[in-house]
T-cell receptor, first 115, second 111 residues
Framework: GAGVSQSPRYKVAKRGQDVALRCDPI?????LFWYQQALGQGPEFLTY????????KSGLPSDRFFAERPEGSVSTLKIQRTQQEDSAVYLC?????????????FGNGTRLTVT | AQTVTQSQPEMSVQEAETVTLSCTYD???????LFWYKQPPSRQMILVIR??????QNATENRFSVNFQKAAKSFSLKISDSQLGDAAMYFC????????FGAGTRLTVKP
């Protein structure tokens, strides 16, 4: 497709369940970012890939969060043993290159609700 | 770590008027870029404008322009001739390696 695609668009999980959120970046985009956006807040950085390499995972809030991009294209953000504080919109973005002037192209996000 | 501060949680403007949204940032880097993104209720983040830190000239995109004050680490967004479709959350962002966002300003446009 022409843009960044995220699935599912909505996810409801019971506390303690594991979830997997998928991101399909724009074809050929080298860099991929994950953000967590709580209601009424700005996106908070989680992690960043350049091709298949995870260059920065300093924003992952705990070891329950894990992201991968094994072939340098599709990425999956996995959250184990979900907690209520994990409820948020998870945004994925990609850029063509690694240079700073490349704007991020965002998907529509996955809204995760943990009950 | 870099931080981005938007001190105006909400702003309101009359249709056709001009509004300025504030943003300050903190960094020790010399090479970076600054961006303004718009997020309507659909959640899609849309790039509004970007500024290269080493350029003195302020960026302009149609009705959108910035006032970039590098020494003061300030990067405000001016929207001229405001339209109803401009109503959204606006986020200021800083990028050196990864990209960091401010908390956002909710802009309301009154008809």
């Amino acid at each position: 497709g022409a843009g960044v695609s995220q699935s599912p668009r909505y996810k409801v999980a019971k506390r303690g369940q594991d979830v997997a959120l998928r991101c399909d970046p724009i074809s050929g985009h080298v860099s991929l970012f994950w953000y967590q956006q709580a209601l009424g807040q700005g996106p908070e950085f989680l992690t960043y890939f350049q091709n298949e390499a995870q260059l920065d995972k300093s924003g992952l809030p705990s070891d329950r969060f894990f992201a991968e991009r094994p072939e340098g294209s599709v990425s999956t953000l996995k959250i184990q043993r979900t907690q209520q504080e994990d409820s948020a919109v998870y945004l994925c973005a990609s850029t063509r290159g690694g240079s700073y002037n490349s704007p991020l192209h965002f998907g529509n996000g996955t809204r995760l609700t943990v009950t | 770590a870099q931080t981005v501060t938007q001190s105006q949680p909400e702003m309101s403007v009359q249709e056709a008027e001009t509004v300025t949204l504030s943003c300050t940032y903190d960094t020790s880097e010399s090479d970076y870029y600054l961006f303004w993104y718009k997020q309507p209720p659909s959640r899609q983040m849309i790039l509004v404008i970007r500024q290269e830190a080493y350029k003195q000239q302020n960026a302009t995109e149609n009705r959108f322009s910035v006032n970039f004050q590098k020494a003061a680490k300030s990067f405000s967004l001016k929207i001229s001739d405001s339209q109803l479709g401009d109503a959204a959350m606006y986020f200021c962002a800083y990028r050196s390696d990864d990209m960091r966002f401010g908390a956002g300003t909710r802009l309301t446009v009154k008809p």
